[in-house]
């Protein structure tokens, strides 16, 4: 069994953005020197994933169009002769076979990844969601594609936050994995617990690998937290039925639909560029010293 497509939705409204993402999809924000999404995309062609399916919506066109070969703008670069903008930007279009399906309603994230359940078929697929980003030597869903290939169940990312805020997360419950390491076998999930509900702090972050299964879990699904269609409800089914891990990445991770989760990711991705990471240094640095 191996996980060759990627899912990745991106047809929630961001309402947490609002008014930046009025006009323009949260994914498309910039992250230093490109929108988040081509990050996410990235991060999947880098860990093996052949396709990429993103779950859209009314108003996320600009994201198909950033992938897509743009003839007009190849040209334009061509005749001035800037060949390596043109370079960049067909290495972008030419990332990784896209296909696009569209949620009609955002009912939630657990209906968008139902929609593509035609398009993934009867095999164990990733999911990626398209604001969260995570900084890394080796690609998160790598490094989840890697312990997938000992363990052949489903596997979500975790990472530890305070227990005060485990009520804004998806919560995992289980005991650690002696044979594999950052690894624990989930024995309960809850969807943003209140407080007391939960004595862990293993938070759900935006990376997963699913088994075919849930599509008919999610299907016969009620509306959750919030009325929406909750994956972490189906996820709670399925590891009921049949085992479920949950991995510790290795890794820091940045919530880029949150104001502040968004900042601290241009400041952590621009750090290590190249080219910026120098002079933002200095200049976080002078900065400090006048606050
Ligand atoms: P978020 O919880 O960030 O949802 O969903 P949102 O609605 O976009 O954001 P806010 O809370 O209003 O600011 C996590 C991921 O799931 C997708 C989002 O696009 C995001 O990538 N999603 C969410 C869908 O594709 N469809 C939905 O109905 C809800």
């Known amino acids: 069994m191996q996980v060759r497509k990627a899912v990745i939705p991106v047809a929630g409204l961001g309402t947490r953005f609002l008014p930046a993402t009025k006009a323009i999809p949260k994914e498309m924000l910039t992250i230093v020197d490109r929108p988040t999404i081509q990050y996410i995309v990235e991060e999947a062609v880098a860990s093996g994933i052949e396709q990429v399916i993103f779950i859209t919506s009314e108003g996320k066109s600009a994201i198909e169009n950033h992938f897509d070969y743009n003839f007009q703008l190849d040209h334009l670069l061509k005749e001035k002769r800037k060949t390596v903008l043109g370079e ?3 290495h972008i279009s030419n990332l ?3 296909i696009s399906v569209r949620q009609k309603k955002p ?3 657990g209906h968008a990844i139902c929609t593509a359940k035609n398009v993934v ?3 164990p697929f990733m999911v990626l969601l398209g604001d969260d980003l995570v900084h890394s030597h080796k690609p998160c869903a790598r490094q ?3 312990l997938f290939e000992e363990v052949g169940e489903s596997i979500v990312a975790v990472q530890r936050v305070p227990l005060k805020d485990t009520h804004q997360y998806g919560i995992v419950e289980g005991d650690s994995e002696a044979a594999y390491p950052r690894t624990h076998k989930v024995s309960r999930m809850i969807e943003k617990p209140i407080p007391g509900a939960s004595d862990s702090d293993l ?5 997963y690998i699913l088994m075919p299964e849930i599509f008919e879990i999610l299907e016969n699904a009620p509306p959750g937290h919030g009325g929406e269609i909750q994956l972490t409800d189906s996820l709670q089914v399925l590891c009921k039925r049949r085992a479920m891990y949950a991995y510790e990445f290795d890794g820091q991770r940045f919530d880029a639909g949150d104001k502040l989760g968004y900042l ?3 400041i952590a991705f621009g750090l290590s560029h190249s080219a910026l990471g120098g002079p933002l240094r200095e200049y976080i640095k002078q900065m400090a010293s006048t606050l």
């Open 88 to 90: 960049e930007l067909s």
């Open 96 to 98: 990784i076979d896209i």
């Open 107 to 109: 009912l939630g994230l």
């Open 121 to 123: 078929g009867d095999e």
């Open 144 to 146: 989840m594609i890697d």
């Open 203 to 207: 938070a759900i972050i935006g990376r």
């Open 264 to 266: 601290k990711a241009n």
